[in-house]
């Protein structure tokens, strides 16, 4: 089977966020938005600085309750930063249209099952000349072996990233 594991990828993008979250005065502007999905539940945490302003809203609600509440930042950064510490990581292909539904069954049995997180992350720290910015979706594993296991058991892996760098209209890498 062919698929693109990220634990490297997410691993760097866990030192970005936490940068972020503890000093966003390093940065010129930014859009963050983040949405974890796991044992049922939601957390977003979504915060932007255009033109010196920033706005932030934090919020999620469990298995249990279908309504969402806010929450503090603390509280969402923790449950993200948790998700990113996982041992392994793959992406959806095509992102947030497989997400929503659009994918194969095979993806969103493993979506069901596994922590996945859709991250909207675009940055521009101050002094450098161009921005950043990706969009993907990736479903957490224990680890390497948990992965491997788990993605053996998929009858199509063609709803999974295959290849790094990965583009597409509505999902991409670092660029």
Not at 28 to 55: C, H, M, P, S
Not at 99 to 120: F, I, K, L, T
Not at 143 to 151: F, I, M, N, V
Request: with cysteine; glycine share 6%.
């Amino acid at each position: 089977m062919n698929v693109a594991l990220y634990a490297d990828y997410i691993a760097d993008l866990r030192i970005l966020f936490a940068e972020l979250d503890r000093h966003p005065e390093r940065f010129q502007t930014f859009n963050i938005r983040l949405e974890l999905v796991a044992a049922g539940g939601l957390i977003v945490y979504e915060t932007k600085r255009r033109k010196g302003l920033t706005d932030s809203i934090y919020y999620g609600h469990s298995a249990e309750t279908s309504s969402n509440h806010q929450i503090s930042q603390s509280t969402a950064y923790s449950a993200i930063d948790r998700f990113f510490a996982l041992g392994q990581f793959v992406a959806l292909a095509g992102g947030i249209d497989n997400r929503a539904g659009g994918g194969s069954a095979s993806a969103r049995e493993v979506d069901a099952q596994y922590p996945h997180c859709a991250v909207n992350f675009s940055y521009r720290k101050k002094g450098q000349p161009v921005a950043r910015s990706m969009l993907m979706v990736f479903i957490g594993f224990n680890d390497e072996a948990d992965a491997l296991q788990r993605l053996s058991t998929i009858d199509d892996p063609s709803a999974l990233v295959a290849e790094r760098p990965y583009r597409s209209l509505k999902s991409y890498e670092w660029k």
